[in-house]
């Protein structure tokens, strides 16, 4: 419903799009305080940082807030992008549980982020059983998005990558009501879209023109385009129920 995350975001700042499109009906207005008031201090990053590093240990989760930010794996050569994230996701609740993680995470662009400290986690799994079984499912969302990538990487040309990436963003975007009707405002480069796609820059230029000439979609100056979304999830094989907000699995219904 347009409008709802807005008055969400006015009660609950840092956390209100948090499950937005998912479950979020299904957290209490005690819970949503609870999360909204773990967050101990928010931060504004206006240059691309490495907020988790592969094998370090940290003592806090991270909720994005604002902004993009890529789940990334260092080759020896290149850098590769395994999954994103969006406003209202919980990039690194791996950490809470594993403490060192294979992976890092990075920002894209200019993000706003809050800082959960693992105790306060502690404490919620502890007393707030429902609100933690919330924050496991948001980790399986994680885990069902990087199977899917994982099989459309395997499958696909690179155009048709590009097309089920523009896919899933658009449709996670207009989730937390971010997006339009014909696109989206993205701070990704053709280098990010490179190491999310498994191709080199060359490749993602052609892909690129191919996405355009076909009338699909058009990237440029920060923006993607969607001509036709019928024809771009076609094109990309993206059907959305993986993402557990609509299709046969969606979750409308409670979460007992």
């Not at 920060?222 to 993402?243: H, M, N, P, S, W």
């Amino acid at each position: 419903m347009p409008g709802t995350i807005t008055h969400e975001l006015a009660r609950f700042p840092n956390t209100g799009r948090f499950l937005a499109g998912r479950l979020r009906h299904d957290m209490s207005e005690v819970e949503k305080r609870i999360l909204e008031d773990a967050i101990y201090e928010v931060a504004v990053l206006d240059k691309p940082k490495r907020i988790l590093e592969h094998g370090k240990v940290y003592d806090h989760s991270t909720m994005l807030i604002e902004g993009f930010v890529l789940r990334t794996i260092d080759g020896e050569e290149n850098r590769y992008g395994v999954s994103f994230h969006v406003p209202g996701d919980f990039v690194d609740l791996h950490c809470f549980a594993l403490k060192r993680l294979d992976h890092n995470i990075d920002t894209i662009g200019e993000v706003k982020v809050g800082y959960v400290p693992h105790k306060k986690l502690r404490e919620i799994m502890a007393d707030h059983p429902h609100l933690a079984r919330l924050l496991w499912f948001s980790t399986l969302l994680d885990a069902a998005m990087h199977r899917e990538w994982v099989m459309k990487l395997e499958q696909l040309t690179t155009a048709r990558r590009l097309a089920h990436i523009f896919s899933e963003i658009w449709c996670r975007l207009r989730m937390v009501e971010l997006g339009d009707e014909t696109g989206f405002e993205t701070p990704l480069t053709q280098s990010d879209l490179a190491d999310m796609c498994g191709a080199t820059s060359i490749h993602v230029n052609r892909a690129l023109k191919e996405l355009r000439e076909k009338d699909i979609a058009q990237f440029e100056r920060g923006r993607v385009t969607i001509r036709d979304k019928r024809q771009l999830e076609e094109f990309g094989c993206f059907q959305a129920d993986y993402l557990y907000g609509e299709g046969a699995i969606h979750l409308r219904e409670g979460y007992a």
